[in-house]
């Protein structure tokens, strides 16, 4: 029993402290419940829903405020890894403050426009 109390970790249940119906936050991202003691990060789960389908190896999950705790959809651009290493080198954290929201989301539906759209239209 004592075993199990630690292995089943920080946040087990509604004693903890940081529990908050089924969610929680660890190194800044948010977990969500999904099962009987099962967790997902949930931009991913947002991500999915937001998509209609499953997610695909490969695929990454980007904030667009660089806020990883903001899973809202509108916050969310999936993509592929190179596009999503262009979107971090085109703004990081301090010009993402700067910057509204919709500018982010433009910046960001550019570059999966130049790097992934394009990638599937030329052949
Ligand atoms: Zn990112």
Same mark, same amino acid.
């Given at each position: ?32 419940? +999904? ?15 937001? *998509?209609? =389908?499953? #997610? @695909? ?20 651009? +999936? ?8 979107i971090h080198f085109e703004?990081?954290?301090? *010009?993402? =403050?700067? #910057? @509204?929201h919709e500018e982010l ?19």
């Amino acid at each position: 029993m004592r075993l199990k109390r630690i292995q089943s970790g920080a946040f087990a249940g509604p004693n903890n402290g940081r529990w908050k119906g089924g969610r929680y936050t660890n190194k800044g991202y948010v977990f969500v419940r +999904i099962g009987v003691g099962k967790y997902r990060l949930e931009h991913l789960v947002v991500a999915e829903q937001k *998509l209609g =389908r499953a #997610l @695909k190896r490969g695929e990454v999950v980007h904030h667009v405020n660089m806020d990883t705790t903001d899973n809202r959809p509108e916050n969310l651009t +999936i993509c592929s890894q190179l596009a999503h290493m262009r979107i971090h080198f085109e703004y990081g954290c301090v *010009l993402s =403050r700067l #910057l @509204k929201h919709e500018e982010l989301v433009a910046i960001n539906e550019r570059i999966v426009n130049e790097v992934d759209l394009r990638k599937i239209d030329v052949r």
